[in-house]
């Protein structure tokens, strides 16, 4: 059972109900994105800008048909992964191998808004990724977030500023109205319960405000201070802190400066105000604690209590103590605890992170980062999707939300000669995880770097070119995956490698059924299932069977039912939930080839409604296909039509097309024909767009309704 730390007593940090002031900056940038395209908000760290575009995300969901996406940057260092991340993030897959085209093809015609969040350490692949979208979709807009503008054509700047400072002097009421300190008395009371604005504390409140700069993260860093000191200590450890600051640094106060100087200036001092407020935050902490805030700032992604205490206890940290240790942390709110399913993640803000990444002396960075590639590499083996298995899902989920760790984990490996092997094992390994996420493109990218390292002719080099000829047949990239494919056969012959032969074989077999050899393709996968039984390989025997009964159930349906009904039999014996989908669709499909119209059905329908559940738009969409044909079947065309639109829908989603999938193909193109006959080109249309128009849960409902009329799924 998964352990976790105290969350933060009274509210949260993130909570977007706790969301203070900036109704000036929400309504100057709602007015820009009304006429322009692209909006770039920019300021220095701890500004706010974040949270601000969160909040105008939420604001004009209801303004864009087609929906506001968020796609958050931080945590994304391989600049290579720009394009697959955004493409994972708004649903798709990556079949081609150019995830741009992807993406235009897939919002050329939405009126979408997409936010991408914190984009300055990629600024120059966000400039041109934003461009090229821009260009190739029309009805497009984007919301950026970063320090430093864009540069690109038409971009639209909203500096965010540093929330309203009181003057001295103020009387109560008008410094209750300033924006920084209603923050200030929101935090405070949340770690100081009955804290408020009274004649007593506004004054020093309203010093401290102005100490801070009006800066978001500093204030929510100095009030969670009053769960240990008052206010008045906590005031005067700020002037301390800020008084050898302005004694180093004589220009640092902007109000001196010229007024044309003052704009740089500001931003200036509002960077040395955070950088100076989180390092008192830090000299706060306790030695035991800032070594953990060092370690943790090593996970974009965040770390559950389980993860902190495997990588960064020791050296100054007894395991048994890290559970306190972020107790300690979460209330000073330098780690966000957020509550999940599986318990509680803990994360830093950006600016926080980078200056605990500072902190690391080198001697432990080399070993701290030892214990995290180990971390990575046993989480990657102990949750291996291509293990038929009944967590297997939950293994699938576990990796989603690891993924931004693991990247971290395999740059480290790849960044060193040294550690290039286990780096390239540890991307094969993921070899299905890539397809089931819609990632074959991060998942070859990965693979080719290791692979132009690791040169000698071993099994984790051979391991490796089939995972990528693999991933390059998924995309369709036959030329790509051939000569992988051959060496990797060479690799084998020389080595004599047994373990790795029967997946050379079965990619082969896919790779002949790419290139229209359809005998030979069910041949090499007899020939690979065979090896997978004789070595007792259940998980790759299970794999070959779903392969055999999809490619073969056009020219050999009896053969490939009998494989269909095989791996049915074993996924629901291993109650391997992900994998029992796939094979109730492809015995669908052969037993739909066989003239079984009715147990096709059932089972695609079967199928559609686990895999809408789970988010497999690969597997449902052709359970949305084979629905269509059985509609078709019985007369249904106009549910057919509507069907087929839904399928369309989600074909563009994943990039790829029925007519591209041999087993697909024929009876595609037959439904739609028949479809259009029996309505006429105009109803045809009208019932495939109010398809295209159904949303996942309504695609699910329609799919596995069987006998239900379009009337009752489309209501």
């Given at each position: 059972?998964?352990?976790?730390?105290?969350?933060?007593?009274?509210?949260?940090?993130?909570?977007?109900?706790?969301?203070?002031?900036?109704?000036?900056?929400?309504?100057?940038?709602?007015?820009?994105?009304?006429?322009?395209?692209?909006?770039?908000?920019?300021?220095?760290?701890?500004?706010?800008k974040?949270?601000?575009?969160?909040?105008?995300?939420?604001?004009?969901?209801?303004?864009?048909?087609?929906?506001?996406?968020?796609?958050?940057?931080?945590?994304?260092?391989?600049?290579?992964?720009?394009?697959?991340?955004?493409v994972?993030?708004?649903?798709?897959?990556?079949?081609?191998?150019?995830?741009?085209?992807?993406?235009?093809?897939?919002?050329?015609?939405?009126?979408?808004?997409?936010?991408?969040?914190?984009?300055e350490h990629?600024?120059?692949?966000?400039?041109?990724?934003?461009d090229?979208?821009?260009?190739?979709?029309?009805?497009?807009?984007?919301?950026?977030?970063?320090?430093?503008?864009?540069?690109?054509?038409?971009?639209?700047?909203?500096?965010?500023?540093?929330?309203?400072?009181?003057?001295?002097?103020?009387?109560?009421?008008?410094?209750?109205?300033?924006?920084?300190?209603?923050?200030?008395?929101?935090?405070?009371?949340?770690?100081?319960?009955?804290?408020?604005?009274?004649?007593?504390?506004?004054?020093?409140?309203?010093?401290?405000?102005?100490?801070?700069?009006?800066?978001p993260?500093?204030?929510?860093?100095?009030?969670?201070?009053?769960?240990t000191?008052?206010?008045?200590?906590?005031?005067?450890?700020?002037?301390?802190?800020?008084?050898?600051?302005?004694?180093?640094?004589?220009?640092?106060?902007?109000?001196?400066?010229?007024?044309?100087?003052?704009?740089?200036?500001?931003?200036?001092?509002?960077?040395?105000?955070?950088?100076?407020?989180?390092?008192?935050?830090?000299?706060?902490?306790?030695p035991?604690?800032?070594?953990?805030?060092?370690?943790?700032?090593?996970?974009?992604?965040g770390?559950?209590?389980?993860?902190?205490?495997?990588?960064?206890?020791?050296?100054?940290?007894?395991?048994?103590?890290?559970?306190?240790?972020?107790?300690?942390?979460?209330?000073?709110?330098?780690?966000?605890?957020?509550?999940?399913?599986?318990?509680?993640?803990?994360?830093?803000?950006?600016?926080?992170?980078?200056?605990?990444?500072?902190?690391?002396?080198?001697?432990?960075?080399?070993?701290?980062?030892?214990?995290?590639?180990?971390?990575?590499?046993?989480?990657?083996?102990?949750?291996?999707?291509?293990?038929?298995?009944?967590?297997?899902?939950?293994?699938?989920?576990?990796?989603r939300?690891?993924?931004?760790?693991?990247?971290?984990?395999?740059?480290?490996?790849?960044?060193?000669?040294?550690?290039?092997?286990?780096?390239?094992?540890?991307?094969?390994?993921?070899?299905?995880?890539?397809?089931?996420?819609?990632?074959?493109?991060?998942?070859?990218?990965?693979?080719?770097?290791?692979?132009?390292?690791v040169?000698?002719?071993?099994?984790?080099?051979?391991?490796?070119?089939?995972?990528?000829?693999?991933?390059?047949?998924?995309?369709?990239?036959?030329?790509?995956?051939?000569?992988?494919?051959?060496?990797?056969?060479?690799?084998?012959?020389?080595?004599?490698?047994?373990?790795?032969?029967?997946?050379?074989?079965?990619?082969?077999?896919?790779?002949?059924?790419?290139?229209?050899?359809?005998?030979?393709?069910?041949?090499?996968?007899?020939?690979?299932?065979?090896?997978?039984?004789?070595a007792?390989?259940?998980?790759?025997?299970?794999?070959?069977?779903?392969?055999?009964?999809?490619?073969?159930?056009?020219?050999?349906?009896?053969?490939?039912?009998?494989?269909?009904?095989e791996?049915?039999?074993?996924?629901?014996?291993?109650?391997a939930?992900v994998?029992?989908?796939?094979?109730?669709?492809?015995?669908?499909?052969?037993?739909?080839?066989?003239?079984?119209?009715?147990?096709?059905?059932?089972?695609?329908?079967?199928?559609a409604?686990?895999t809408?559940?789970?988010?497999?738009?690969?597997?449902?969409t052709?359970?949305?296909?084979?629905?269509?044909?059985?509609?078709?079947?019985?007369?249904?065309?106009?549910?057919?039509?509507?069907?087929?639109g839904a399928?369309?829908?989600?074909w563009?989603?994943?990039?790829?097309?029925?007519?591209?999938?041999?087993?697909?193909?024929?009876?595609?193109?037959?439904?739609?024909?028949?479809?259009?006959?029996?309505?006429?080109?105009?109803?045809?249309?009208?019932?495939?767009?109010?398809?295209a128009?159904?949303?996942p849960?309504?695609?699910?409902?329609?799919?596995?309704?069987?006998?239900?009329?379009?009337?009752?799924?489309?209501?």
């Amino acid at each position: 059972m998964t352990r976790t730390a105290e969350m933060p007593r009274t509210g949260s940090l993130t909570d977007v109900s706790s969301f203070v002031g900036r109704r000036h900056e929400v309504a100057a940038a709602r007015k820009v994105l009304s006429r322009s395209r692209l909006l770039t908000l920019t300021g220095t760290g701890g500004v706010g800008k974040s949270r601000l575009a969160l909040r105008l995300a939420e604001a004009l969901r209801g303004t864009f048909t087609d929906g506001v996406e968020i796609v958050e940057l931080a945590a994304l260092e391989a600049e290579g992964l720009l394009e697959p991340t955004v493409v994972a993030a708004l649903g798709l897959r990556g079949a081609l191998s150019d995830p741009m085209a992807l993406l235009v093809d897939y919002l050329w015609d939405k009126r979408m808004l997409l936010v991408l969040d914190n984009c300055e350490h990629l600024l120059e692949e966000c400039a041109r990724f934003v461009d090229r979208l821009l260009r190739g979709s029309p009805r497009l807009r984007i919301l950026v977030t970063s320090r430093q503008t864009l540069g690109v054509y038409g971009e639209q700047v909203l500096a965010v500023p540093s929330l309203p400072v009181p003057e001295p002097g103020l009387p109560l009421r008008d410094i209750a109205r300033h924006d920084s300190v209603r923050l200030f008395v929101e935090r405070a009371a949340c770690v100081w319960p009955g804290f408020c604005l009274d004649r007593g504390n506004a004054a020093c409140v309203a010093r401290l405000a102005q100490r801070l700069d009006g800066l978001p993260l500093a204030i929510e860093l100095a009030a969670a201070r009053l769960r240990t000191v008052p206010l008045e200590q906590l005031m005067r450890e700020l002037d301390e802190r800020f008084e050898v600051l302005e004694a180093g640094h004589p220009a640092a106060n902007p109000r001196h400066q010229a007024p044309r100087r003052q704009t740089h200036r500001h931003q200036t001092h509002r960077h040395q105000t955070l950088r100076e407020t989180v390092e008192w935050s830090f000299r706060l902490c306790s030695p035991a604690e800032q070594r953990l805030w060092a370690r943790l700032s090593m996970f974009p992604g965040g770390a559950d209590l389980d993860t902190c205490e495997a990588v960064c206890s020791g050296e100054g940290i007894d395991q048994i103590e890290v559970i306190d240790l972020v107790t300690g942390l979460v209330d000073k709110s330098v780690l966000i605890g957020e509550r999940r399913e599986d318990g509680l993640r803990y994360r830093m803000l950006e600016s926080i992170r980078a200056y605990g990444c500072a902190q690391l002396a080198a001697r432990e960075e080399r070993k701290l980062r030892q214990r995290y590639i180990d971390h990575y590499r046993r989480l990657v083996d102990r949750n291996r999707i291509d293990e038929t298995v009944p967590d297997q899902l939950e293994r699938y989920q576990l990796l989603r939300r690891e993924l931004p760790n693991v990247r971290v984990a395999l740059e480290l490996c790849l960044g060193d000669r040294r550690l290039a092997p286990a780096g390239l094992e540890t991307a094969s390994a993921m070899w299905s995880f890539w397809l089931l996420f819609g990632s074959p493109t991060e998942g070859r990218y990965w693979l080719e770097r290791g692979l132009e390292q690791v040169r000698e002719a071993t099994a984790g080099r051979a391991t490796a070119l089939w995972v990528y000829s693999m991933l390059a047949l998924r995309q369709g990239d036959l030329e790509e995956a051939t000569p992988r494919l051959e060496e990797c056969h060479a690799i084998v012959r020389q080595t004599d490698d047994r373990a790795v032969l029967p997946f050379a074989i079965r990619t082969s077999g896919v790779a002949a059924f790419s290139s229209g050899d359809s005998e030979r393709g069910l041949a090499l996968l007899e020939e690979s299932l065979a090896l997978h039984r004789a070595a007792g390989d259940i998980n790759g025997v299970m794999f070959n069977l779903y392969y055999a009964a999809a490619y073969g159930s056009i020219d050999h349906p009896d053969r490939a039912a009998a494989y269909g009904e095989e791996f049915l039999a074993l996924s629901e014996a291993r109650h391997a939930f992900v994998m029992r989908g796939y094979a109730q669709l492809v015995l669908g499909i052969a037993l739909w080839n066989l003239g079984d119209r009715r147990r096709a059905e059932e089972l695609a329908g079967e199928a559609a409604a686990f895999t809408g559940e789970v988010n497999d738009k690969w597997c449902l969409t052709q359970c949305l296909e084979v629905l269509a044909w059985t509609a078709g079947d019985r007369g249904e065309h106009e549910r057919a039509a509507t069907l087929l639109g839904a399928a369309h829908a989600l074909w563009q989603s994943v990039d790829a097309s029925p007519t591209r999938l041999s087993y697909h193909a024929v009876w595609h193109e037959r439904c739609v024909a028949q479809a259009r006959r029996a309505l006429g080109d105009r109803a045809f249309a009208a019932a495939f767009r109010e398809g295209a128009k159904l949303g996942p849960e309504r695609v699910v409902a329609q799919g596995s309704t069987g006998q239900a009329s379009v009337g009752q799924a489309a209501s």
